[in-house]
Nanobody, 125 residues
Framework: QVQLVESGGGLVQAGDSLRLSCAAS????????MAWFRQAPGKEREFVAN????????GYADSVKGRFTISRENAKMTVYLQMNSLKPEDTAVYYC??????????????????WGPGTQVTVSS
């Protein structure tokens, strides 16, 4: 497994931007597809964005498409989530996750082997 730690969360106003980072350690980072999920109070964890091993393929939830961008730097073993035009409904704990099945680009929480502890993002109106 790979160990993951998120950072970059905080309290911002609607319309602001934040960039989340997820630093990985352990096994070869390039073996993993990566994703961001989020969980708001009282709601299930939901998919936000994913990216394949090379960064050449990515997907987004409809709710964030056009506002969020996922990227990765394999040399730094880090994946990012650039969040622009934030809305109050984006408020949640954001989690980074790693999928050990090479080449798969999944959106299902059950397909991810490793998770970070999460970072809180709060967007005020």
């Amino acid at each position: 497994q790979v160990q993951l730690v998120e950072s970059g969360g905080g309290l911002v106003q609607a319309g602001d931007s934040l960039r989340l980072s997820c630093a990985a350690s352990g096994r070869t980072f390039m073996d993993y597809s990566m994703a961001w999920f989020r969980q708001a109070p009282g709601k299930e964890r939901e998919f936000v964005a994913n990216i394949n091993w090379s960064g050449g393929g990515a997907g987004y939830a409809d709710s964030v498409k056009g506002r969020f961008t996922i990227s990765r730097e394999n040399a730094k073993m880090t994946v990012y989530l650039q969040m622009n035009s934030l809305k109050p409904e984006d408020t949640a704990v954001y989690y980074c996750a790693a999928d050990a099945v090479f080449g798969r680009l999944s959106r299902a929480t059950t397909d991810f082997d490793s998770w970070g502890p999460g970072t809180q993002v709060t967007v005020s109106s």
